[in-house]
């Protein structure tokens, strides 16, 4: 079966980090795009990040550009968002997801996690 389960959500002061994980099973990331995105209340689904776990290539948008980073470990087939410097903003749910994607487009994502929540206090 495969499965995405993200952990690291919670509550943090603005300016303060956290560290998402996101551990797959069931399949391998080495083959995949994994991106994560987020959703706060009454609003549309944003794409954050992703990375190409083959090359390692990395997209930000400009809403996280210079305070979120991506990364990932195969052995572990597990991918991370450090997110720094946070602000009350950031607060959403936070999904990663998996597929054969070459951005933060949703649609191209197959499988996705159940969410974390982050909730940034000003």
């Known amino acids: 079966e495969v499965q995405l389960v993200e952990s690291g959500g919670g509550l943090v002061q603005a300016g303060g980090s956290l560290r998402l994980s996101c551990a797959a099973s069931?399949?391998?990331?080495?083959?995949?795009?994994v991106g994560w995105f987020r959703q706060a209340p009454g609003q549309e689904r944003e794409g954050v990040s992703c990375?190409?776990?083959?090359?390692?290539?990395?997209t930000y948008s400009d809403s996280v550009k210079g305070r979120f980073t991506i990364s990932s470990d195969n052995a572990k087939n597990t991918v991370y968002l450090h997110m720094n410097s946070l602000k009350p903003e950031d607060t959403a749910v936070y999904y990663c997801?998996?597929?054969?994607?070459?951005?933060?487009?949703?649609?191209?994502?197959?499988?996705w996690g159940q969410g974390a929540q982050v909730t940034v206090s000003s």
């Open positions: 069931g399949f391998r990331f080495v083959n995949y795009a």
């Open positions: 997801a998996a597929g054969q994607a070459v951005g933060v487009e949703a649609a191209e994502y197959d499988y």
């Open positions: 990375i190409n776990t083959k090359d390692n290539s990395t």
